[in-house]
Structure formats: C-alpha cells, structure tokens
C-alpha cells in the first residue's frame, strides 16, 4: 500500500534585527490569565529553545514569566534581545476536554479494526475509488471530528512588535493529547517537549525580520529549490509562516550537525521531531478518504496558515542530508493540485471553506 511505502521512506529519511519593541503585556492585550498545567513542559522546551538559539549566536533569548520548580527562569547574562514566554489561558476558562478525549477514544477504536478493501487497495487519493479503501462503516465523521480539533489548533501567539511569546495553554493541552502520545493513545511520546521547542522557534522566526529564505540556500543539492518551490505557490501570510518555519528548521539544522563536543545525542535529536511531526499528522489525516477528509489532508486551514503536513514534509526538507529530497513534497503538492481541480473542490462545502 502506497501509505505504508511513504511511511518507512518517513521513518528511514533520518536515523537581525526586530523592530523597535513596545511594552506590552499579553495579558491585558488578550484578556487572559497565567496558566500553570503545562509551565514543566513549557520550562524544558525553552531550555531546548534557548540553547539552539545560542548555539547560532542569535541575537534572542527566551524567558519563561514564571520560576520553574528549580527558581529558574532560564535568563541568560549574555542575553541580547529577551524574549518573554507566557503561558496563558482565557479567564473563567476551565475546559475539561472531555470531548476531545471521547472523540480520540473514537478514532483509536476504530484505528484498531481498520479494514482495507482489496478491491481498492491502489486507488490514489485523486482517484473517486480512494473513497471505498477502507471497509469500516463511517471513519470519516470519527476522524473528521479529530482533525478540527487538530485544524484549529493555536499554540502560540506573538506580536511582531513586542518581545513576548504567548503560548495558549488550552491548544498546547489538546496538541498534548494528539501528539503527546503514540497514534494508538498508548505510550507517551518522549521528548514531546521538542515539538514545543520547534513551535518556539518558529515564534522567534516571526520576530527576526532579518532571516529570509535566501538564508537557507546551503542545503543539499536540489532541496533549497524544493523549498521555494513550496514558498512561491503561497499567498504573502503564508509565506511568512512557511518563512518562520523555515527558521526554525534551519536553526535546528545546524544544531544538530554541529560539532560542538558539548552537544549530547538528546540534545541533536531535535532534528528527528520535524520529520516526526509530518508523519503523526499524516497518520491522523490517513483514514478520511471522503471529499472532505482528502481536502483537509492537503488544502490549507485558513488562508493564513498553510496544511500542517505540508508544512511539516516542507520543513523535512531543510533538515535533510540528502540531495533532491522532493519525493513526499512533489507528491503531496501534485495532489493538492489535481484534487483543487475536481468539482467537489468547489461544490463540496467541507473543501469549499478550505484554502488552496
Ligand atoms: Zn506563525
């Protein structure tokens, strides 16, 4: 099957200056207050946030607002630009997630009897037989109900303007659920706090006007090209996210190929999460083959963020040592292609309120 091929090709891909800054404080801007569930995890990705930041000698350095269990808040003497990280919730704001649970216990039942149909088993995504792969009687609705939960995830807020990152405590709760885990809800993810350390960085890259796409041109052969290949279809709000993204991933990059003595195995394998990040939301979005589900697995949420796989296979591709690495984005952007020219694109409500 074509999902199980691209998922070992997955898993073996890899064994300036800010404007001047207003004082704000992000809780009065957003009318939230401090949030405490998460401050541990939070405290151990802006370590991991701030050593690669210091590693490339970047002008930011991040601060948590709150001491974490040792009194430390992670400020550094050397700092040159301190960027404050809150973690923050909606007032009166008490969410239990108990339908987010119910709907992942939902998706995990079903994911452990899921069918294939023989008959099918080589349709492609593009092709309307794709909609009869799987036997099991209604798994669009169940996996539908988790990608919006997934679709409308904001973990973090900034103000290019300000030095703060806001991280919102109930979205980074639901990311911990879907991601914080295996697929199968089973074991815990280790090293979840990287993926926060990535969203972090990408904050920072919104922040760092001076990085542009250009910075990234050292990659292996072919791969810069596929990058901006990516970058040039997007419309001006999502290339500055697909430009941040590109920060993040090529920050870690050089981490974790450098070769500071002091840098642990751990500690380079950041470099791990951003293709892991692309696998986990592809494995969500792989069973809701309705016109619907396709258009979520490959058009844009909103028309200022770009698909999180897309962006996720776009990032693999910065980290890769591997030359002409284009296979999933060449694929994944032919499909979105074919798929924005089917008339259920435009008819079908579902794909209709996404963006391509
Ligand atoms: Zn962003």
Redesign the pocket.
Same mark, same amino acid.
């Given at each position: 099957m074509r999902e199980v091929i691209f998922i070992s090709t997955l898993i073996f891909l890899f064994v300036g200056c800010n404007p001047k800054a207003r004082t704000e404080d992000p809780r009065e801007v957003l009318g939230f207050t401090d949030a405490t569930t998460m401050r541990e995890l939070a405290s151990k990705a802006i370590g991991i946030a701030n050593k690669i930041l210091e590693n490339q000698e970047q002008n930011f350095i991040l601060k948590a607002s709150w001491k974490d269990e040792q009194g430390n808040n992670h400020e550094s003497a050397k700092s040159v630009k301190t960027v404050e990280i809150y973690l923050l919730r909606p007032k009166n704001y008490y969410p239990t997630f108990v339908k987010e649970e119910g709907n992942l216990n939902d998706f995990r039942a079903e994911l452990e009897n899921i069918e294939i149909n023989k008959e099918h088993e080589y349709c492609g995504d593009t092709e309307d037989c794709v909609e009869n792969l799987y036997s099991n009687f209604g798994i669009g609705p169940i996996v539908a109900n988790v990608l919006k939960q997934q679709g409308s995830l904001e973990i /973090?807020k900034?103000n290019p303007l300000s030095n703060y990152i806001a991280l919102i405590d109930g979205d980074l709760q639901k990311f911990q659920m879907l991601f914080g885990q295996s697929i199968f809800g089973e074991q815990d993810m280790p090293g979840f706090e990287n993926f926060i350390a990535i969203v972090l960085l =990408?904050?920072i890259? =919104?922040l760092n006007r001076s990085f542009s796409i250009q910075d990234i041109k050292e990659l292996p052969k072919g791969n810069f090209e596929g990058y901006v290949k990516y970058f040039n279809l997007l419309n001006p709000e999502k290339k500055?996210?697909a430009r /941040?993204?590109a920060y993040a991933a090529h920050l870690i990059s050089k981490y974790a190929r450098s070769n500071k003595s002091d840098l642990t195995l751990d500690d380079r394998r950041i470099i791990l999460y951003i293709p892991i990040q692309a696998m986990y939301t592809y494995l969500y979005q792989l069973l809701d083959k309705s016109e619907g589900g396709r258009c979520r697995q490959y058009f844009d949420p909103t028309k200022t =963020?770009p698909n999180l796989q897309l962006r996720y296979i776009a990032m693999s591709l910065i980290v890769s040592d591997k030359s002409n690495d284009l296979g999933q984005l060449s694929r994944y952007l032919g499909t979105r292609e074919s798929l924005s020219k089917k008339r259920f694109a435009t008819v079908n409500m579902e794909c209709s309120s996404l963006d391509f």
């Open positions: /973090a900034t =990408h904050e890259g =919104h500055e996210e /941040a993204d =963020h």
